[in-house]
Every structure is written in structure tokens, then in C-alpha cells.
């Protein structure tokens, strides 16, 4: 069964703090995998990973796959309140027609 | 471009009470999807579509029906409502299968009581 696994489901830092987001997958026939980052409404997309593009970075936003430990992280330097959010991860299922997620990893930074 | 829309923002229902949320996408996207979002969960795939006229069952379908009537529309039916479907629910759509981006809709707040 294809499954997308987070961790740790939730963190708390101080502002100007870097984190370490982890999700680590086994699916079948593998294409990619996302990042989303969901505030108090709906998840905003942030990075696809493929096997041609496995570091992307945007900002203080970073992610790598690692395809021999199937897995990703998310990095996030010098936190800022507004970095409060859940992000979550995800990979296409076996037949590639739909997304799963991890649970989520609950980010808190306080000033 | 509005995106994804979902229609209403809350409700509140007896058990038992049916009801149908619209979901409507302006991007001429094949690919639509309904997720429910509960605490400590993730999103969860309910049931998706890859066309005009065609659905499909995803991790957790049972209690819930859909529709794609239209390719800008996909509806999704609870015919006897049940507190276990409490939750937050979003659709999303996307240009292409599971493997790309997907943009969701703001979401729709369900309270079953």
C-alpha cells in the first residue's frame, strides 16, 4: 500500500530558528513529490521534486529528495512567525491519478 | 480567474439530513478531486474524477457520492449525514494526474449533529 509518512507531526521554535521537515514515502512507481504549506484556509503549493529536480529552494525555503532513502526534507531558515503553518507532503499514488498526503507536520514559531 | 470555489463556506446538518457541495474550477482543468481534512489526519482523498462524466473512489468513499455533469463542475452528495463526517472539505483540481500541482479551493466547514 503507498503511504506518505511526516515527522515529527508538530514543532515549536523561536523566531530566527531553522527546521527540519521530514517525509519519507513508499509508493509505487514513483514520480515526484510535493510540498504544501496550508496557513488558515487551504493548502498553498510550494515545491515538486521529481527525479530530474530533487533540490529545489525558494527564499528561506529549501527541499531535497534523497531517492536511495526515499525520502525529503523541508527547510525552512531563520523562522518567522509568519512560517506558522501546516505543511504537509505528498506523493501520486501507484496509477499516478491522485495525490496522497502525510498527516502534516504543525510548525509554531513564537517571537 | 477565480480558481477553485466552493460552495457554502459552513453548514450545519442533522444526522441523517442530506446535502450536496459544489465545487467549480475556472483553469479548463480534466482532473478534479474532493479531500475531507480532520485533525492530525492530512488530507484524506475521498473521490476524485479524471474527465467530464467519469469518477472515481479514493481512500475513504463510503457515505459520500459525486457527480462531474460538467468538466468545470464536481459535486459531492452526503445522502444521510453522520457526525463521522464532521470535518473540513476540499476540492481541488489539477491540469494533469496525481503527480503535478493541484490547487485547492478555500474549503467548506461541515458540522453533522
Known amino acids: 500500500e503507498d503511504k506518505v509518512v511526516q515527522s515529527p507531526l508538530s514543532l515549536v521554535v523561536h523566531e530566527g530558528d531553522t527546521v527540519t521537515l521530514n517525509c519519507s514515502y513508499e509508493v509505487t512507481n514513483f514520480r515526484s513529490l510535493l510540498w504544501y504549506k496550508q496557513e488558515k484556509k487551504a493548502p498553498t503549493f510550494l515545491f515538486m521534486l521529481?527525479?530530474?529536480?530533487i533540490e529545489k529552494k525558494s527564499g528561506r525555503l529549501s527541499s531535497i529528495l534523497d531517492k536511495k532513502e526515499l525520502s525529503s526534507i523541508l527547510n525552512i531558515t531563520a523562522t518567522q512567525t509568519g512560517d506558522s503553518a501546516i505543511y504537509l507532503c505528498a506523493a501520486p499514488n501507484q496509477a499516478g491519478t491522485a495525490l496522497i498526503f502525510g498527516k502534516g507536520t504543525t510548525l509554531s514559531v513564537s517571537s | 480567474n477565480a480558481g477553485v470555489t466552493q460552495t457554502p463556506k459552513f453548514r450545519v446538518l442533522k444526522t441523517g439530513q442530506s446535502m450536496t457541495l459544489l465545487c467549480a474550477q475556472d483553469?479548463?482543468?480534466?482532473?478534479m478531486y474532493w479531500y475531507r481534512q480532520d485533525p492530525g489526519m492530512g488530507l484524506r482523498l475521498i473521490h476524485y474524477s479524471v474527465g467530464e462524466g467519469t469518477t472515481a473512489k479514493g481512500e475513504v468513499p463510503d457515505g459520500y457520492n459525486v457527480s462531474r455533469l460538467k468538466k468545470q463542475n464536481f459535486l459531492l452528495g452526503l445522502e444521510s449525514a453522520a457526525p463521522s463526517q464532521t470535518s473540513v472539505y476540499f476540492c481541488?483540481?489539477?491540469?494533469?494526474?496525481?503527480?503535478?500541482?493541484?490547487?485547492f479551493g478555500p474549503g467548506t466547514r461541515l458540522t453533522v449533529t
Open positions: 483553469m479548463n482543468h480534466e482532473y
Open positions: 481541488a483540481s489539477s491540469y494533469s494526474p496525481g503527480g503535478h500541482e493541484q490547487y
Open positions: 521529481t527525479s530530474s529536480g
